[in-house]
């Protein structure tokens, strides 16, 4: 590693830590770190910045398009009413948290593992008064990739291997991974959200659900994971030129808006989140990883710690072009390892910007301890049942 190499990551590693100490400065800090990191990449290392810009602008666009849409839909599922009747359907205490929990994990493998996050955490609010523990919307986000793991539908990651040649009966076996991992941080989770605080009182009466409420999020969803097919099995040399997914989220949301309004207020809060995401997403990507060592599955093991801190995309497709991968530990690797840090993933940032309780690095380790337990527990046990297979 040269000495501009370390500086570089030793800036980020700055970044990250002002941000867990000064949580409430995060914005600001994430910008000021992008600035001096972009300019030492400028100064010191051959970069050329428009090149990097034409690469990425479209992921980022992507990102922060879905982020403020996902929560303009949460607020529609909230809203439609469906809540209150899941409310008075899951069993009180632990055993309902962890139901919540495995219906999370459900949902991911056929939506959006954003989606699927946000959903979980929005009838969560619901059953707890938005008392929610740290601990339990980190087993919300994980339980979300954990669910996407094993689906070529459910994760962006996966898709990416689907694309490359990888057969989905391949990726589906990162579920032996996803379930142990879910059984040992969902019990924990919901064992603290239960201590943490009681269960709202089940409504008397259940209001109407709101059809083309309902209707209008359903619909969303199905565009959105249409597209993203679509687009990787007909136009995969595409993918990356245009933020699809955004845009075709966005045209069902402002179509929408002619039969039941979104509630445009929380967007300024939703953007300023989104935006410090985006801050670190592209601070993250200056970082100079040119390549990966050889594939073995230690190597596995780390790319899910490793993206916990930096976007699971570019360390897939690094993966991919490389070769040699088992292509079930490494789904499985960079789909949950994200958990383990609330910004490691895409879906943790729509939680925490709708609970900024959670949006602290060391909040979210010391209440989520149990979720690095999970990932590799659940990383040895898919191992231990089918080994290596590059």
């Known amino acids: 590693m040269t000495a501009t ?13 002002g941000v867990a100490v000064w949580h409430g400065r995060a914005l600001a ?58 409310a008075r359907w899951l069993p009180d205490g632990a055993p309902g948290s962890f139901a919540l929990l495995a219906l999370v994990w459900a949902l991911s493998g056929v939506l959006d593992n954003i989606a699927a996050a946000l959903i979980g955490a929005t009838i969560a609010g619901r059953l707890y008064d938005r008392r929610l523990h740290v601990g339990y919307l980190a087993a919300l986000v994980a339980a979300a990739n ?23 009966a391949d990726v589906l076996n990162a579920y032996i991974g996803s379930v142990a991992a879910v059984a040992i941080f969902g019990a924990v989770a919901s064992v603290q959200q239960a201590r943490h605080a009681p269960r709202a009182p089940r409504p008397t009466e259940v209001p109407a659900i709101d059809g083309p409420r309902l209707g209008l999020v359903v619909a969303a969803l199905a565009v959105v994971v249409a597209t993203n097919v679509a687009i990787n099995l007909w136009a995969p040399e595409r993918a990356d030129a245009f933020p ?37 997403v592209f601070a993250a990507s200056l970082m100079p990883v040119e390549s990966l060592p050889s594939p073995t599955w230690r190597t596995t093991l780390a790319l899910g710690f490793v993206s916990s801190l930096f976007d699971n995309i570019p360390l897939t497709k690094m993966a991919l072009e490389q070769g040699g991968y088992d292509a079930a530990l490494l ?47 659940g990383f040895f046990a898919l191992l231990a049942v089918r080994g290596w297979h590059p």
């Open 244 to 280: 699809w997914l955004a845009f075709a989220l966005w045209i069902v949301l402002l179509a929408g808006a002619l039969v039941r309004r979104p509630t445009w207020s929380i967007l300024p809060r939703s953007a300023r989140g989104s935006l410090f995401l985006l801050a670190l």
């Open 5 to 17: 190499t370390a500086l570089l990551f030793g800036l980020f590693l700055a970044v990250l830590v």
């Open 29 to 86: 800090i994430a910008g000021v770190g992008l600035g001096v990191i972009l300019a030492v990449r400028l100064a010191l290392t051959p970069f050329s910045l428009g090149d990097h810009l034409l690469r990425e602008w479209a992921k980022l666009a992507n990102l922060f398009g879905l982020l403020v849409g996902f929560e303009l839909l949460a607020d529609h599922f909230e809203r439609s009413a469906v809540t209150d009747r899941l």
């Open 331 to 377: 789904a499985y690797a960079v789909g949950v390892g994200g958990s383990m840090v609330w910004f490691g993933s895409s879906a943790g940032v729509v939680v925490s910007g709708a609970f900024p309780e959670a949006r602290s690095i060391g909040g979210w380790l010391r209440a989520g301890w149990h979720v690095p337990l999970g990932f590799v527990a």
């Open 146 to 168: 954990a669910g996407g793991a094993g689906s070529v539908i459910g994760d962006t990651t996966t898709t990416m291997m689907w694309i490359d040649g990888v057969r989905p």
